[in-house]
């Protein structure tokens, strides 16, 4: 049977998650009796004194595994031939930057496995921070926001909310912002922010995780093609923070006039789609980016759309934006770059195209933190490790000297597969494009 190691995340010092967690490996090591080694890290959330009491050996380097689990990518020096590597790759778009990675992996004869792949028979993922990006990016938000509003003479309960990574876990959060919440319940907001309104743009994992802490505080839905209409009445109190869930046909509209909105069509020819959603603009306080996008699809706000914003209110009601996707220059077309926790957020001017580190200040506050789970170590890990746990055995008992279809592999992994045995799969051959454009070591 395959050794199984999990190595130390080194991407940047944030990262403290791990892919299983010492319970999991636990039962991992009694049902299959493999021989599990856990990488010496001064800085993941789980110590390794938990890692040893589940069965675990403390090792420096990764040589010691056949099977490789990690979270993000692994330094290109760091590539040891003839592994399996589980992690987040971010190759399968042929991302300029991990090309020599992945072509370190080929030149290797490594194999490897990336999480984002593993999918049901219907393509749903299965393994997965989805939740933990919304909530921290949530709970970010609405703590750079009010020291944000603070700074301008502009006081808020919202203020008093800490980062993400400050919290022990999602639910001592919750709990923090639950009493912020009765004290807008029992305060209001004031006048400058009233009605406060919160867009969501997309309903999966990430927008879930997102709500959760959003209705912590006293909330209420309103629907898009209401958002408008209500907000114009002036029927809105300051008591309640109104959140809009934006759906698909709320973002997007066929450029035919005569052609009726049809989801599938959408995802199979967006081309024939155009953005509709920046009419939405002028009646948020805060948006949040938690689809999925990519170049093919339109942009749902831009550098325009933003600029005509500001030239024509008064006074902008739009104060800051949370791009949980984070996809750079993408779905939101002014957030520029990434962040981290240090420093995890901007201001964009959009009248000059320009932005300005920090949130205090003029502008329109952004929150790009690209890696936004790691803030929650704790239940983050817990959350993908019982995801991966189940498939931790086939792994360990696969025949990786075998073709791929007879490695006795699972289907759900099989189509994870990018490189098996130093060469890209049938699937994701196309990305030799990719490694040929001049980014191959």
Request: charged fraction near 25%; include cysteine.
């Given at each position: 049977?395959?050794?199984?190691?999990?190595r130390?995340?080194?991407?940047?010092?944030?990262?403290r998650?791990?892919?299983?967690?010492?319970?999991?490996?636990?039962?991992?090591?009694?049902?299959?009796?493999?021989?599990a080694?856990?990488?010496?890290?001064?800085k993941?959330?789980?110590?390794?004194?938990?890692?040893?009491?589940?069965?675990?050996?403390?090792?420096?380097?990764?040589?010691?595994?056949?099977?490789?689990?990690?979270?993000?990518e692994i330094?290109?020096?760091?590539?040891?031939?003839?592994?399996?590597?589980?992690?987040?790759?971010?190759?399968?778009k042929?991302?300029k930057?991990?090309?020599?990675?992945?072509?370190?992996?080929?030149?290797?004869?490594?194999?490897?496995?990336d999480?984002?792949?593993?999918?049901?028979?219907d393509?749903?993922r299965?393994?997965?921070?989805?939740?933990?990006?919304?909530?921290a990016g949530?709970?970010?938000?609405l703590?750079?926001?009010?020291?944000?509003?603070?700074?301008k003479g502009?006081?808020t309960?919202?203020?008093?909310?800490?980062?993400?990574?400050?919290?022990?876990?999602?639910?001592?959060?919750?709990k923090?912002?639950?009493?912020i919440?009765?004290?807008?319940?029992?305060?209001?907001?004031?006048?400058?922010?009233?009605?406060f309104?919160?867009g969501?743009?997309?309903y999966g994992?990430?927008?879930?995780g997102?709500?959760r802490?959003?209705?912590c505080?006293?909330?209420?839905?309103?629907?898009?093609?209401?958002?408008?209409?209500?907000?114009?009445?002036?029927?809105?109190?300051?008591?309640?923070?109104y959140?809009?869930?934006?759906?698909e046909?709320?973002?997007?509209?066929?450029?035919?006039?005569?052609?009726?909105?049809d989801?599938?069509?959408?995802?199979?020819?967006?081309?024939?789609?155009?953005?509709?959603?920046?009419?939405?603009l002028?009646?948020?306080?805060?948006?949040v980016?938690a689809?999925?996008?990519?170049?093919?699809?339109?942009?749902?706000?831009?550098?325009?759309?933003?600029?005509?914003?500001?030239?024509?209110?008064?006074?902008?009601?739009?104060?800051?934006?949370?791009?949980?996707?984070?996809?750079?220059?993408?779905?939101v077309e002014?957030?520029?770059k990434?962040?981290?926790?240090?420093?995890?957020?901007?201001?964009?001017?959009?009248?000059?195209?320009?932005?300005?580190?920090?949130?205090?200040?003029?502008?329109i506050?952004?929150?790009?933190?690209?890696?936004?789970?790691?803030?929650?170590?704790?239940d983050?890990?817990?959350?993908?490790?019982?995801?991966?746990?189940?498939?931790?055995?086939?792994?360990?008992?696969?025949?990786?000297?075998?073709?791929?279809?007879?490695?006795?592999l699972?289907?759900?992994i099989k189509?994870?597969?990018?490189?098996?045995?130093?060469?890209?799969?049938?699937?994701y051959?196309?990305?030799?494009?990719?490694?040929?454009?001049?980014?191959?070591?």
């Open positions: 049977m395959k050794k199984l190691l999990i130390a995340e080194d991407k940047n010092r944030w990262e998650r791990a892919p299983i967690v010492p319970d999991d490996l636990s039962r991992i090591i009694q049902s299959t009796g493999v021989t080694f856990v990488e010496h890290s001064e993941r959330f789980f110590k390794e004194c938990q890692y040893n009491a589940a069965g675990a050996k403390t090792c420096i380097g990764i040589d010691q595994g056949d099977i490789i689990l990690g979270v993000k330094p290109v020096e760091k590539i040891v031939g003839g592994k399996t590597y589980l992690f987040f790759s971010h190759t399968t042929g991302q930057n991990n090309m020599v990675l992945l072509q370190k992996i080929i030149d290797s004869g490594s194999t490897l496995i999480y984002e792949k593993i999918t049901d028979k393509g749903r299965l393994i997965y921070f989805g939740p933990f990006a919304g909530d949530a709970i970010d938000i703590s750079l926001m009010g020291e944000h509003w603070d700074d502009i006081t309960a919202l203020s008093s909310i800490k980062r993400a990574h400050a919290y022990d876990s999602v639910e001592v959060a919750k923090h912002v639950t009493d919440g009765e004290k807008i319940r029992e305060d209001g907001f004031p006048g400058q922010l009233s009605p309104t919160i969501i743009l997309g994992n990430v927008s879930t997102a709500q802490i959003f209705d505080l006293p909330t209420k839905r309103i629907a898009a093609s209401d958002l408008s209409a209500f907000i114009e009445s002036g029927s809105a109190d300051r008591h309640t923070v959140v809009t869930v934006f759906k046909n709320d973002l997007v509209c066929p450029k035919a006039q005569k052609e009726r909105f989801l599938q069509t959408y995802y199979d020819n967006p081309d024939r789609y155009e953005s509709r959603f920046e009419q939405f002028p009646y948020l306080t805060l948006l980016n689809v999925y996008w990519e170049a093919r699809y339109p942009r749902f706000v831009t550098w325009a759309g933003l600029k005509k914003l500001v030239e024509t209110s008064q006074a902008v009601k739009l104060s800051g934006i949370a791009d949980i996707s984070c996809d750079i220059s993408g779905a002014c957030n520029v990434s962040t981290d926790s240090d420093m995890p957020a901007y201001r964009v001017d959009p009248v000059t195209k320009t932005i300005s580190d920090g949130h205090i200040g003029d502008g506050v952004m929150l790009s933190v690209d890696n936004l789970p790691c803030e929650l170590p704790n983050a890990s817990t959350f993908f490790s019982n995801q991966l746990e189940p498939f931790v055995p086939s792994l360990l008992k696969a025949d990786y000297e075998s073709s791929l279809d007879a490695s006795g699972p289907p759900e189509k994870a597969v990018i490189v098996y045995n130093g060469k890209l799969t049938p699937t051959e196309y990305l030799n494009k990719h490694l040929s454009l001049g980014h191959s070591i």
